[in-house]
């Protein structure tokens, strides 16, 4: 919890909650995802690792996983705290070629992100999310973390864009318990 104060506090624009996710909200996300069935699973933006640590508990043993984190700190952090785990230090809208560059891996099966999209102008969101498309199997899911007061900040353009790249996006995993309630999108290739 500390780390995550120190880094709120030195750079609002990578770490944008005000607390870690809830483990109630975690566990839903776990849920959500069935990741017990995945084979090919990445987390963007693992901040504190609050989901990685679930991740990594649950997911079947052959199952491959890698992490993209942007905030330095953060990426050393997780670098320490798990050494055989695949974490990167990069940008979210290089996933592709990550997954195709350094793992070998054409698609993935499961990606999920708690990036602080609020702090991303479209075009960037726009990008990353095409990334995501892109490396993501037919018919699989990306899973996404929005907070409820989201929409007032940029009404319902995130959902909006979501819609307009992927072929479903549902709203689920509703979390009242969280420090801010949130729920997770669910969108489909």
Excluded at 10 to 30: D, E, F, G, M
Excluded at 41 to 63: M, N
Excluded at 126 to 145: A, H, P, Q, R, S
Excluded at 162 to 179: C, H, M, P
Aim: charged content about 25%.
């Amino acid at each position: 919890m500390w780390n995550f104060l120190k880094e709120w506090i030195k750079n609002l624009k990578q770490v944008w909650a005000l607390s870690p996710l809830s483990k109630r909200t975690v566990n839903n996300i776990i849920n959500v995802t069935e990741i017990q069935k995945k084979n090919r699973i990445i987390e963007l933006w693992p901040g504190t690792w609050v989901i990685t640590e679930q991740i990594l508990l649950h997911k079947k043993e052959e199952a491959k996983f890698f992490a993209i984190e942007a905030n330095k700190d953060f990426y050393k952090f997780l670098s320490e705290k798990y050494p055989n785990e695949n974490i990167i230090l990069g940008c979210a809208s290089n996933i592709c070629t990550f997954a195709q560059q350094q793992f070998n891996w054409n698609k993935s099966d499961c990606i999920i992100s708690t990036l602080p999209r609020t702090f991303f102008n479209k075009e960037m969101q726009k990008n990353i999310l095409k990334g995501i498309y892109e490396t993501l199997e037919d018919w699989k899911e990306f899973y996404t973390v929005q907070y409820v007061f989201s929409p007032i900040l940029d009404g319902h353009a995130f959902e909006n864009l979501l819609k307009s790249i992927f072929s479903s996006v549902e709203k689920k995993a509703y979390t009242i318990l969280n420090f801010f309630p949130c729920f997770v999108f669910v969108c489909k290739k």
